[in-house]
């Protein structure tokens, strides 16, 4: 029964994302950026075995991993294999934007606000349903 129960679960990315949201609704403002963060390396991960699999590499696996342990090295990997442009369009700044946010919280101890918050759920969000996007359509 305990594993049914497991299987109807949302995925982590998710859950992180809306624990993000709750953060925010709470007035954490700097955990919000930091597990949406979180939320996105999960889900890069992810995104990775599935293209790995998808693109029958199996037998790579194991160094691929080993050489994408980083989140923009795992970008790096989708954007070759899939051959989405995100890394030259208004996401990938976006991204950047978001990426120094969460650094100046972890590392400089910065406040955000509501809205900075809320603006990393948002380009998290949109970074993933592009990702997902471009998955499904390989092969």
Excluded at 61 to 84: G, L, M, P
Excluded at 96 to 122: F, W
Aim: charged share 25%; with cysteine.
């Amino acid at each position: 029964m305990t594993l049914l129960l497991l299987f109807n679960q949302p995925p982590l990315h998710e859950d992180l994302l809306n624990s993000a949201h709750q953060f925010i609704d709470q007035g954490h403002y700097g955990v919000a950026v930091v597990l949406a963060q979180t939320a996105f390396e999960v889900f890069t991960a992810q995104v990775r075995a599935q293209l790995i699999q998808k693109r029958h590499l199996t037998g790579m696996e194991a160094w691929i991993s080993k050489a994408t342990r980083r989140v923009v090295a795992r970008i790096d990997f989708y954007v070759e294999v899939t051959n989405d442009p995100i890394k030259q369009d208004e996401a990938w700044r976006h991204y950047t934007n978001h990426m120094d946010r969460r650094h100046a919280v972890v590392h400089q101890g910065r406040q955000v606000s509501k809205d900075e918050a809320e603006n990393s759920c948002r380009v998290v969000e949109n970074m993933i349903s592009r990702m997902k996007k471009a998955v499904e359509q390989q092969a």
